[in-house]
């Protein structure tokens, strides 16, 4: 498994952008099919965005579409959201997540897909 840490979060104010980044440790990262999920207090924890191995793929909650980027470094071996326009509802503690395997298969937008998680990076949106 590869270990994964997030940074990046913070408080912003409604409109405002945020980038997170998740560092990977290990060799094998480009095997890696990677995600972005959130969770708000008392919510469950939601997928956000996940991309491909070679980052040709990638997939967006309609909650964030047009609004989120993400985006990897297989040589640095980072995984990066570009978070723009963002609002309220968007305050959560975003989780980095990897799912070993080059398929892009498989249901990418369910968590119990993703095999090593980050520690979580807290996003405050404020209005």
């Known amino acids: 498994q590869v270990q994964l840490v997030e940074s990046g979060g913070g408080l912003v104010q409604a409109g405002g952008s945020l980038r997170l980044s998740c560092a990977a440790s290990?060799?094998?990262?480009?095997?890696?099919?990677m995600g972005w999920f959130r969770q708000a207090p008392g919510k469950e924890r939601e997928f956000v965005a996940a991309i491909s191995w070679s980052g040709g793929d990638t997939l967006y909650a309609d909650s964030v579409k047009g609004r989120f980027t993400i985006s990897r470094d297989n040589a640095k071996n980072t995984v990066d959201l570009q978070m723009n326009s963002l609002k309220p509802e968007d305050t959560a503690v975003y989780y980095c997540?990897?799912?070993?395997?080059?398929?892009?298969?498989?249901?990418?937008?369910?968590?119990?897909?993703?095999?090593?998680w980050g520690q979580g990076t807290q996003v405050t949106v404020s209005s």
């Open positions: 997540a990897g799912r070993y395997g080059r398929s892009w298969y498989g249901d990418l937008m369910s968590r119990y897909e993703y095999n090593s």
């Open positions: 290990g060799r094998t990262f480009s095997t890696y099919a």
